[in-house]
C-alpha cells in the first residue's frame, strides 16, 4: 500500500495547506519526504473527522461517533506500534500504518510526533461543547509544541543532535497559543472553548464576551506570553547548524507574529479570520 498512501497524504496535504506541501518538498529530507505526507496527510483528516460539525447534515459526526472514531485510532496506532496491522483498514488508516512501519528507532521523535498529536486531536473530540480548566489548556499548548517541534527536528537533519532543553518547543508552544486566539470567535461558536473556566468565573463572564474588558485583558496576556516564547524560540534556533530547520523555524514563527500583531491593532478585540489554514 505503500505508492497508495504515498500519493493520497500528498493529496490531502496539498488541498490542506499549499504551504505545508511546498515546505515538504523543499526543506525535509530527501529520504523522508513520503512520510512526511503521510504525517500531514493523516492528521490532516483525523482532525478534520473529529472537528466535523455536530447537527443533523449527513456530513456531520455525533459525539459518539467522534469519540468512536478517536478510539479506533489510537487503538490502530498502539497495535501497529506493536506490529501488528489490521486488515479492515480504511484507505487514510493505511497511511498511518505505512508511517509507523518505517518507524524503527525506539522512542523517535516520530513517534513522540505521532503520539502526542493523536492525543491532542483525542483532548478535542472529548473537550467539545464543555468550559476547560487553566490546566487543560497549558498541557493542550504544551502537547501540540512537542509534536510539532519533534516533527520537524525527525523530518529536517534527521539524526542530528539537536540542542534540548525547555525553550526547544517554545516557538510552537507560542504558535499554538496564537492559533487559538485566532481561531477562537469561530471554535466557540463550534463548541470549543480556549479559555479558562477559572478566569471566566472569576470575572463573571461568557466564552462569547470579547468584547469586555476582562477578556480582552486576558487576550492580551496570551499575546504578552506568545511573544515571549517567540523570543525565546527564536533564541534557540539562532543556536541550530542546520539551515533548513532555522529556515522552517522562523517562517513558521514569522506568520504567527503577523497575526499578533493584528490583535494588538484590534485593541485586542477577537474577529473571524475567513481564509485561513494553519500548518
Not at 209 to 236: C, N, T
Request: proline share 3%; aromatic share 12%; net charge negative.
Amino acid at each position: 500500500m505503500t505508492d497508495a498512501s504515498t500519493a493520497l497524504a500528498q493529496s490531502i496535504t496539498r488541498a490542506g495547506s499549499k504551504q505545508t506541501y511546498y515546505t515538504v518538498r523543499l526543506m525535509v529530507d530527501r529520504d523522508l519526504v513520503e512520510d512526511c505526507f503521510r504525517a500531514y496527510g493523516y492528521f490532516r483528516w483525523a482532525d478534520d473527522i473529529v472537528d466535523a460539525p455536530t447537527s443533523n447534515d449527513v456530513s456531520s459526526q455525533s459525539d459518539d461517533e467522534r469519540i468512536s472514531f478517536i478510539r479506533r485510532q489510537k487503538e490502530l496506532m498502539n497495535r501497529l506500534y506493536r506490529d501488528e496491522r489490521p486488515d479492515d483498514l480504511a484507505p487514510e488508516e493505511e497511511i498511518l500504518a505505512d508511517l509507523i512501519s518505517h518507524d524503527r528507532v525506539e522512542n523517535s521523535l516520530l513517534q513522540s510526533y505521532i503520539r502526542n498529536f493523536l492525543a491532542i486531536i483525542e483532548f478535542d473530540a472529548y473537550r467539545r461543547g464543555r468550559l476547560i480548566s487553566q490546566a487543560e489548556l497549558t498541557w493542550y499548548s504544551n502537547c501540540l509544541g512537542k509534536a510539532t517541534t519533534d516533527g520537524i527536528l525527525y523530518f529536517i537533519g534527521n539524526g542530528h543532535p539537536y540542542p534540548a532543553g525547555e525553550a526547544r518547543y517554545l516557538g510552537a508552544t507560542a504558535a499554538h497559543i496564537v492559533h487559538m486566539l485566532r481561531d477562537m470567535v469561530q471554535d466557540t461558536a463550534e463548541g470549543y472553548i480556549n479559555i479558562p473556566r477559572e478566569y471566566l468565573e472569576a470575572n463573571h463572564i461568557g466564552p462569547a464576551d470579547l468584547d469586555s474588558p476582562a477578556f480582552r485583558a486576558w487576550v492580551r496576556g496570551r499575546v504578552e506570553q506568545a511573544r515571549r516564547h517567540i523570543r525565546e524560540g527564536k533564541r534557540y534556533l539562532d543556536e541550530l547548524d542546520v539551515l533548513r530547520a532555522k529556515i522552517v523555524g522562523y517562517w513558521y514563527c514569522a506568520r504567527y507574529e503577523g497575526v499578533l500583531d493584528t490583535i494588538e491593532r484590534d485593541g485586542y478585540l477577537l474577529r473571524q479570520w475567513p481564509g485561513w489554514v494553519c500548518v
